[in-house]
C-alpha cells in the first residue's frame, strides 16, 4: 500500500467519522437545546404576562 492510499484511507475514515459525529450527534444535541432555551423563553413570558408584570426578556430600545 503505497503513501498516497494511506493517508486517502486515513482522510475517508475520519471524514465519515465527522459526519456521523455532526449528524449522529451535534445536530440533536443542539436542536434540544434551542428547544429548550426556547419554551423557557416562552414560558417566562406567559407567566409574566398572566401575572401583568415585565416580561425579562423586554429590551429597552
Do not use: Q, W
Request: some cysteine.
Amino acid at each position: 500500500m503505497s503513501a498516497h492510499e494511506l493517508i486517502l484511507n486515513f482522510y475517508v475514515c475520519f471524514g465519515m467519522v465527522a459526519v456521523f459525529l455532526c449528524f449522529g450527534f451535534m445536530m440533536p444535541f443542539v436542536g434540544n437545546v434551542l428547544v429548550v432555551l426556547f419554551s423557557i423563553m416562552m414560558g417566562e413570558k406567559s407567566y409574566a404576562k398572566m401575572k401583568g408584570i415585565r416580561s425579562g426578556t423586554e429590551m429597552d430600545v
